[in-house]
């Protein structure tokens, strides 16, 4: 069963840090790996899809980098904004019998202050 | 613009009442989920389909029904068999291979 983790669950950086978010999973039989940014109150939205053949990806401030070997997954965020305040998910589509199954981490709650 | 339209945004319940939400989405995407999000909890599948007139129990399924008649609409109803239903309710749709799209939710709460 894949179990996904994110470590830190929360970070509270002043304005222009750059942010490190981490995300673990057990089963490296991956297809890609999301990350998604979740507001309060809000549905999810798709910040970058990394596919298992690919090391990293950009996104203007965003950087994911993709180590299949190891499970683990890192999200970078350059100089950072309060705007940038937020939840992040990662999830991992796992191939079950007949069908994907997404596994989510818990999140890292960030809040950038001004 | 392609994506998934989640209505209404806040629904209130009273006890014994079934309810209904919806999810419809213009992606063309075969696959569509129903997740639920409690405090501290992260998000659990209620109910999947791959195709319409096909649906499969998710980890949580218990007190809800799905129906799958178009490709484009998933609705989930939550049944008065469901002891706590209080959650934020999330749909999606894609495919494990090219990712997922979330809509904006659902809040429900009983009343």
């Known amino acids: 069963k894949q179990e996904v983790t994110q470590i830190p669950a929360a970070l509270s950086v002043p304005e222009g840090e750059n942010l490190v978010l981490n995300c673990s999973f057990t089963?490296?039989?991956?297809?890609?790996l999301q990350w998604f940014r979740q507001d309060p109150g809000k549905g999810l939205t798709s910040l970058l899809l990394i596919q298992s053949s690919q090391r990293e990806q950009t996104s203007g401030r965003l950087n994911a980098s993709l180590d299949k070997s190891s499970g683990r997954s890192t999200l970078y965020i350059a100089a950072s904004q309060p705007g940038d305040s937020a939840t992040y998910l990662c999830a991992v589509p796992t191939w079950t019998s007949n069908d994907y199954k997404l596994s989510f981490g818990a999140g890292t709650t960030v809040t950038v202050r001004a | 613009d392609g994506g998934i339209t989640q209505s209404p945004k806040y629904l209130f319940r009273k006890e014994g009442q079934n309810v209904t939400l919806s999810c419809e989405q213009n992606?063309?995407?075969?696959?569509m989920y129903w997740y639920r999000q409690d405090p501290g909890q992260g998000l659990r599948l209620i109910y999947y389909s791959q195709i319409v007139n096909d649906f499969q129990k998710g980890d949580i399924a218990e007190g809800y029904s799905v129906s799958r008649e178009k490709k484009e609409s998933f609705p989930l109803t939550v049944t008065s068999a469901q002891k706590n239903p209080t959650a934020f309710y999330l749909c999606a749709s894609g495919t494990g291979g090219y990712g997922y799209t979330f809509g904006s939710g659902t809040r429900l709460t009983v009343v």
């Open positions: 992606l063309n995407h075969d696959a």
């Open positions: 089963d490296s039989a991956i297809y890609n």
